[in-house]
């Protein structure tokens, strides 16, 4: 009988592997050389799954948004409730969410020269965006949300909270803490129900 | 009689050259024999100036930040008029300020796996947030600041702003606008003011 090699698990070995070079020694380290090398495979194996680093590179970050999708437990929830679940599980408030910030990072610095990962991310962020925007939507609708601000600007305010805690998260902690980021959900929490 | 070489002249140069590669082509277009070819010197040479890429990247980021302390006129200011004066000048609200996100970029990225470069970066976070408080001390002293919520919590919240507008007006700059940046800052400094 023939070997029955199973696809899918070893391009999410590739990815684990991918994923442990880059939160540990950065982009720079996550060469198609050392991933090969880390994941047991010749190089040339490695493009049967992976054409491009490009490619693994999509597959790594498509991981660190999956991660947070996970963590979001958003069925039955609508509204005020379902907006606070996304906003708080979406940011950086344990370690494996920080380590999927350096992936995110990683991904921001490649969008920047690579049209397909670019779309790859305003795909992203268009789809949280929307999210955003139902969720304010459904709240005003209940009651719950009666602030003036602007729902355009609430959601990109929430949007740029998360974006610079990823960053402030790893490159200054210390600063930056767990505890402060909440503080500033639950004080973005109580402007929203006040006119 | 001899030639006499600016050799300030010369690092400024290579700096120059640094970052048009990153705002271009980003970090992996940096190298040390690209930046050498596009200054016009051997790669020998290059290392008279700079002995390393991660000493071109720190005098690149350096220049960043300057660029930001440019815009920036604070000599005669104090208290909530000074930080309206620094918050706002230190957003990416123009074309020039958004590249200089792009080098932030490339810093940040490098500085998770370099302790000189993290150092650095901590060094100018620090000296950022000590402004911000004095600002907040002194505004608080002149009766112009009056919010309950602790400077603190104010500070940091002004840091994710800044750090999520510089990614995202790279990243998704369609919907994280100058605009809407500058809404978020009139609608921080008018919670400065209501207890």
Known sequence: MPKIID???????IVD???????QGGIEAAT???????AGFANGALKLYFPSKEDI????YERALGMMREYVELDELRGLVALRELCVSSMPIDEDRIAAGRVLLTFWQLSLTN??????????IRSWRGLLHRYLTEGRED??????TPDEQLVDEV?????????MSLVAGEFSTIALQRRHLESFFARLTRP
Chains 1, 2 share one sequence.
């Open 7 to 13: 696809h899918d698990e070893r391009r999410s070995h």
């Open 159 to 167: 949007v740029l909270i998360n974006a610079g805690a990823n960053v």
């Open 17 to 23: 592997v991918t994923w442990d070079l880059i939160t």
């Open 143 to 148: 009651g719950d949300i009666v602030t003036e």
């Open 32 to 38: 198609m050389r050392e991933i090969a090398a880390a």
């Open 115 to 124: 049209p397909k990962l670019q779309h790859k991310y305003l795909e992203h």
């Open 57 to 60: 590179i999509q597959a790594t």
